[in-house]
């Protein structure tokens, strides 16, 4: 099982930037699609976007898509999510985690797992 921390949290208006690593433990990490998901505060957590085992491959929810780019360093055990044109709406806690059922292309948060403690971005307009 990988073990999994994001950082890269932080404050930053509207229009900026800010990227967002999730590390990970364990010698298994090239074997895991990992995901990025997010949960603004009084709604529910929802996805954002995965990377294939390689990092080859990336699919990402409509609202992000064309403003967040994400990548895998797996001779670093190490995922990013480049974020850019940040809107207040992006304002959440973002979490990445790896995908422990379903297949490729799903956004079920209950086919992810080995979460991680969140990191906090607060977008301001």
């Known amino acids: 099982q990988v073990q999994l921390v994001e950082s890269g949290g932080g404050l930053v208006q509207a229009g900026g930037s800010l990227r967002l690593s999730c590390a990970a433990s364990g010698r298994s990490f090239s074997r895991y699609i990992l995901g990025w998901f997010r949960q603004a505060p009084g709604k529910e957590r929802e996805f954002v976007a995965a990377?294939?085992?390689?990092?080859?491959?990336?699919y990402y929810a409509d609202s992000v898509k064309g403003r967040f780019t994400g990548s895998r360093d797996n001779a670093k055990n190490t995922m990013y999510l480049q974020m850019n044109s940040l809107e207040p709406e992006d304002t959440a806690v973002y979490y990445c985690?790896?995908?422990?059922?379903?297949?490729?292309?799903?956004?079920?948060?209950?086919?992810?797992?080995?979460w991680g403690q969140g990191t906090q971005v607060t977008v301001s307009s």
């Open positions: 990377i294939s085992w390689k990092g080859e491959r990336t």
């Open positions: 985690a790896a995908l422990a059922g379903g297949s490729w292309g799903s956004t079920k948060i209950a086919d992810f797992g080995s």
